[in-house]
């Protein structure tokens, strides 16, 4: 089995450290055992006022960082919720379990479990309120209770406990909110706390208008808004005298709801505020002080690791992670990596890496538009003036780049001195070294962790027969990772990597074929001596291969053959290729005119109850918005 592998080559470079199940009783004394609380808000950068962000008004996480620690590098390894739940909630990279498709459920291997259910069965009481969004069915021994009531006062006298809250208040849903639905969730702010927003601060990736402006200072009101529900918590604490035995984490799910924020993998995506207060009992078990900064590089595969150090219980082998707390913290990691996979009817694969200071990200999509049309996204105002600015040309530098319908298949930046991460070195020749060995480092990591988006989505499913991909990936037979890898790496290569290409086009594992006709894809109208391997892909056994190929050849002008194929699998028995078969046609929806009458005729019947019902449709609704009348 590969995990085993996996495991000593991690430990060996830093990554994490595997602790025997032995190593820590599986038992401690309940005097020695904390509760402990997650505090979770959803879709927030440090936009904090103890994260020197003097605009935002955060009186009570101000206060909770005086009296706990605040982590300065603190990362979630998914940009968007589902992905980066997952991982939280099992310690195993969600690319690895083959959950990082959003709401792209997945079964959970064998041996896999939520880790509330260690603390479970070591005598805590676990509650969830509310939103659980793992991308698997969450097992029923989990929690002892996950609902809107769920709440650790529910347990019995004298039982520890583990409980999350989450917070919506701060969800890119509630950035457009307007009138009465805004007022309810703000209604506690006083005069003096509400935004002004010809205040607001704006990255250099925004124009400067009233709709952008007005849309910043909504989201910190919202902020304040949340920072009064973490109040209200804490003082709950307070008046059941449990404050003293709790240590207690607040923590966002991923970067802000905003454009360039969540869903994409640069700081503004991935870093998240993250603050752990530890009662005088327990203020050994800190890193510092209270009102202290700790620097230490931290990800969200580290939490589950970090919780069971902390109440001494053995980390379970298949955890990927580091703790960084209690008894088991290992040491510091060198790097965090993140993944970005497909979001709603977006197709994207984006892996990165950082370290303290560099930031280095692969697309593997760079045919592929910075700000992809996304129909739930779409509704955010600053997204749609962004879309009107760009069509009007009226957009300049790092605001022009946000829109730009392709991206560099690679980026590398100085995070330290370029914070917004908005000077790309990918191509500086004093950067080479850099470059190649960031390279490096997340090629690595992708073959030891088994990143199962290496295989289309639908041909993960394939592979897995029905059950959890990731059983799937660490077999030896129908995964040949390295090999799967190197094709894609080929694609945003240049035409250089022509004769590679086609080579690979006819290779025997689909997934080679696949990036092969991605890589073809990439390069555009350089691409045309493959015509022929192209239109022989489109009788390949495997639709990711066919459906790929279709949208190349489209784009060469061979609709005759290409289009058919496309408009086929739009009907096709299994709704991940109904799907996928509407995002390649949304991409050459230019050409397809000509099927109009056929693609709107499936639209009308698609009835967009259920996931993927859902996201076909609106693919295809949007590839009808650009066939224009």
Partial sequence: MHRILTAKWLSVAGTFVVLAVTAVGGTAAAADRPNVLWITTEDLSPVLGCYGDEYAVTPNLDRLADQGVRYSHAFAMASVCTPARSCLITGIYSSSLGTQHLRGEQPLPEGVRCFPEYLREAGYYCTNNVKEDYNFQTPKTAWDESSNKAHWRGRKPGQPF???????????SRVRFRGEQLEQVTARLKPEQRHDPARAPLPPYYPDTPVVRRDMAQLYDLVTAMDYQVRDLLD???EDGVADETIVFFYADHGSGIPRGKRFLHDSGTRVPMIVRFPEKYQHLAPGKPGTTCERLVSF???????????????????QGTAFLGKQAGEPREFVYAIRDRVDEVMEMSRSVRDRRWLYIRNYYPHRPRLQHSTYSELTPTRQELRRLAAAG????AAADLMRHTK?????????????????????PEHADRLISMRARLHTWMVATRDTSLLPEVDMCRRSKGGSPYTMAQGEGPFHVARVLNAAELVGRGPGQLDNLREALGDRDTAVKFWAA???????????PAVDDLKAALDDRAPDVRLAAAEVLANLGHEDEALPVLVEHLTDEDPRVRLTAAIHLAAVAERARSKRPQIEAIARGIEPRGTFPMYTRWALDYALQKMGR
């Fill in 162 to 172: 583990f409980a999350v809250f989450n917070f919506m208040t701060t969800h890119q």
């Fill in 236 to 238: 709950q604490l307070d």
């Fill in 301 to 319: 595969v580290d939490f589950a690791p970090t919780v069971l150090s902390l109440v001494g219980l053995p980390i379970p082998e298949t955890m």
């Fill in 394 to 397: 009226e957009l300049t530098g």
């Fill in 408 to 428: 560099p298949p690679e980026e590398l930046y100085d995070a330290e001195n370029d914070p917004h991460q908005v000077h790309n070195l990918a191509a500086e």
């Fill in 518 to 528: 991605t890589g073809l894809a990439a390069l555009g109208s350089q691409a045309a």
